[in-house]
């Protein structure tokens, strides 16, 4: 079984390209024309992407020392893993506006009359001004751990085909589970926490791979696309996967046609790779033509030879 546990704290947009309008101005009496230069749409999200993400790091540059220094005089561990403040909330960097003047530390408080939280708030107000905002929390961290290990235990007990994670979304203040799961499990999930504790986001299907099947093994099947991939960091010439959840009648030299669920694989940096199946369709299961065992038998020679 597959699980993978995210939790979402803000956003960044990685990009870097730089290139600026410019302008050609008619210098003579007539009236004067301004031709601009139009940036290609790609090219100008990629630009303010890049200037967002500089100026993300202006920002954490300048204020993240004073936030941490305060956070340790106040709230002292007693070792480097420990983070006594998580009793008291939780905090966020808001970047939303991806303007620097307007980003900010939002300190969410489950204690908000606490004399320390309250000492807090006051010297990272006089040093940071509007970069830092606190307020009470909708949901006390507390309470939304106990739903986030509810959901996870009840999802443990579920066969799930597919990654699945169960996580605290920082900023919406939810927990956030992200499955393929079904109506009724959904439901199940919403009558016991609630719309105001919960989001559910479920996860996309699609065909991975078409190709024959060249080997199996308890209900395991290995599956090659016998085309060869044109591009390819990997080095290899055909795409191949191991895909668990087989049914047992799959039979090697079939043709089939897998469906997974998008999300994290079982294992990566390994060839053949590996999934599970969500679906499993046979195209053929019939004899192969002459001209299909050749191509069969040519796909499964490459394949040991590039696994050895």
Known sequence: MRKIITICLSALALSST??????????SDSPRVVLAAVEPPQQKNEDDESQAFKNQVEFERTYTPIVQSELKR????????????????????????????????????????SPLVKELEKSLKAKMGKHVEFRPSKHNQKKLKEVQDGITKLLEKKELVGGWGVGIDTIKEKV????????????EIIKKYGFDLVDIEIHNTYIDIKGYVIDKKDNEILVVNPEKQKTNDSGHSYQANWYSNAPSDIDIG?????????????????YPDRDEALEVKVLQSSQLSEKQQTEFESVRKALESEIK
């Not at 730089?18 to 210098?27: K, M």
């Not at 009793?87 to 009359?113: C, H, I, R, S, W």
């Not at 956030?176 to 439901?187: G, M, N, T």
Request: with cysteine; proline share 6%; aromatic share 12%.
């Open 176 to 187: 956030r589970v992200s499955a393929y799961i079904d109506e009724s499990l959904q439901k």
């Open 254 to 270: 079939n043709i089939v046609e897998v469906t997974v669920v998008n999300g994290a694989k079982i294992s990566m940096y390994q």
């Open 74 to 113: 106040l709230f002292p561990p007693s070792s480097p893993t420990e983070s006594p403040f998580k009793a008291y909330g939780v905090m966020y960097l808001d970047t939303k506006d991806k303007d620097m003047n307007n980003m900010k530390f939002v300190f969410l408080l489950d204690q908000p009359e």
């Open 18 to 27: 730089a290139c600026g309008n410019y302008s050609i101005t008619n210098q």
